[in-house]
């Protein structure tokens, strides 16, 4: 078969990454911007970790209605549907900051919501890339979507974004607004088999049945194999310890390794630079090594990078520790967005996700604030107590991880077209 652009991953996959671009920048945007917004307002760990607990919270509510709703509509509509919403919000954000009403609370109440269709954006993108791509290249394609993510957050927009704050905080935000609306119209552009109808209509076995009956079928799809049980707990576990760990980041940086406001965003290169190593050698690792050892390692990397932080609270061991922990979630999710993708039924990618993603995601918020709680003591503390817990977690799943299959020797029952011409088939 002939070589497509992008590696041989097809235009259906070249369209979703530049779309996911633009989405990447405006994150990127509020990802800076909002915190050094908040330490502006207020300087108590707990209530900037509020932050991050409400950011994550929207998906302990709206994973599975997000899931069942990507699952029932046209997924590009869906894409479209959440970065409309953020569009409004970046412009209710730059209307705040001018007329100087901004509030800790509006913040809070931005964030939310901003949160809640995140859930809707991030389900839709995932369930998109396995309806282009063939599953032996999901790793690659899920590499390249996250190298992406990291070069636009943090070595454009990171940067960007502190620098411009500093002089015109209106400038970021405006421009936040406008890159979600871009993305938005990009989405809308996506082929046919990025719908994922081809999944749900007559082409499968599965009835229709009521929107409110699908609550619990991502739940159960879970809980009925082992393998991905025993994962989803673990993945869990350790999403709440990094969550406390990095609760208070942005206030660890500034205060305890005196990074000037200005260079916030520039310190956090040192993360886009691991996370961006690590996405560049996830598919490498796999090959070599196997999907199941990558990621055991990966975790006891990520965990002893916490501690690193914590126990040596200076600038290079913190750019350093934070390098290190990037690189190895950056592997992690990578390995096991591949292995999900490609054990889950495309029918089912909605509904499972969202499943996934409210315990995971849910139950971050308790641990932001269990990091606020514990960074009232010292801002480095939580770094060593939670990256502690995360890497004795490693160790105890150690051989568990171990036995992880590579996702293309996984069968879903999926039916694949073999036509030269089908997004499936692999180049």
């Known amino acids: ?79 479209a549907l959440a970065q409309a919403v953020r569009t409004l919000l970046g412009i209710l954000l730059v209307v705040l900051v001018a007329t100087e009403t901004l509030t800790i609370w509006w913040l809070y109440l931005v964030i939310f919501i901003y949160g809640a269709f995140e859930t809707v954006y991030d389900g839709a993108i995932r ?80 009835p229709r049945v009521a929107w409110y009956r699908q609550f619990v079928d991502g739940f159960r799809f879970i809980l009925a194999n082992r393998m991905l049980r025993t994962l989803w707990f673990f993945s869990t576990f350790c999403g709440l310890m990094t969550s406390a760990a990095t609760a208070s980041f942005v206030l660890y940086v500034l205060t305890q390794l005196e990074v000037p406001e200005a260079l916030f965003g520039v310190f956090l290169l040192s993360g886009a630079i691991g996370g961006i190593l690590g996405a560049a050698i996830a598919d490498r690792l796999k090959r070599a090594w196997g999907a199941g050892l990558t990621m055991a390692l990966a975790t006891t990397i990520a965990g002893l990078s916490f501690v690193l932080m914590g126990v040596l609270p200076v600038l290079w061991a913190g750019a350093l520790g934070f390098a290190l922990s990037s690189l190895a979630i950056t592997t992690w999710n990578i390995l096991v967005m591949s292995l999900r993708q490609s054990v889950i039924p495309g029918r089912l990618l909605g509904r499972v996700h969202g499943s996934w993603r409210t315990l995971l995601w849910g139950t971050m918020p308790l641990g932001a604030l269990m990091g606020g709680l514990v960074g009232r003591l010292d801002l480095a503390l939580p770094f060593t107590v939670f990256g502690a817990l995360e890497t004795i977690a490693g160790a105890i799943f150690f051989r568990f991880l171990m036995t992880l299959p590579n996702p293309e020797d996984v069968d879903n029952g999926d039916r694949v077209a073999a036509g030269p011409t089908d997004p499936l088939v692999a180049d």
């Open 127 to 206: 369930a998109v890339v396995p309806s282009i791509v063939a599953k032996v290249n999901l790793p690659r394609a899920n590499s390249r979507i996250e190298a992406g993510e990291l070069v636009v957050q943090n070595f454009v927009s990171g940067p960007l974004t502190s620098g411009l704050f500093a002089i015109a905080v209106l400038i970021p935000l405006g421009i936040n607004g406008l890159v979600f609306a871009v993305a938005g119209a990009l989405a809308l552009l996506l082929p046919k088999a990025a719908s994922g109808r081809q999944f749900t209509d007559a082409t499968t076995d599965e």
């Open 1 to 79: 078969m002939t070589k497509e652009k992008l590696g041989g991953l097809g235009p259906a996959f070249a369209n979703i990454f530049t779309a996911n671009l633009a989405s990447s920048l405006g994150d990127g945007i509020a990802r800076t911007a909002i915190p050094l917004l908040g330490a502006r307002l207020t300087q108590d760990p707990l209530l900037i970790s509020g932050l991050a607990a409400l950011a994550l919270l929207p998906w302990l509510f709206f994973a599975i209605p997000a899931g069942i709703l990507i699952d029932r509509i046209d997924r590009r509509k869906a894409l």
